[in-house]
């Protein structure tokens, strides 16, 4: 019983959805993908609007407050660390001119502070023991004047070498 169909017999037409109800159509037009929903004027579908629902533990409502969208805004382009890091490198050259001179910011540089620790990097072995031996107390009382609300607890120095700008 096998029946072949003849070349010149044509395909069955595939079967599409019947809407008899236009509001039961579904979104976004015929229900066909590529389909058309203008009818004879054959303009394509458009996409759906994208709607973001707020958090279901957020009871207000309306717009989204400026600074809620900086603030995420900041955080997740890294700009917040980087603003509080140039604050504390601020701080450390204004903290370290004051205390041991004004020449002194240009031969160290921040490492980073992580756990309270501020870590420096100074370019001599007798700098670094001019810092830790008779500058550090007094170091350490600017920054955190300073550094209102960053809990700094010790200085740490290494030296390093590192190539100024211009040279």
Known sequence: MNRRRSKSSPEPAPQLPVFPNPSARPAGGTGIPGGTSGGATGQPNRRPSL??????????????????????????????????????????AESVAEVAGADVPIHTRVLGLKRGLLEVEVDSPVRLQELAQFHKRRLLEQLRSRMGGTTISDLRFRVGVWKTKGA
């Open 51 to 92: 709607r973001i629902d707020p958090p279901a533990s957020d009871s207000r409502s309306g717009p989204e407050k400026f600074g809620d969208i900086l603030g995420k805004l900041f955080a997740a382009r890294g700009w917040g660390r980087q603003q509080e890091r140039n604050r504390l490198e601020r701080a450390w």
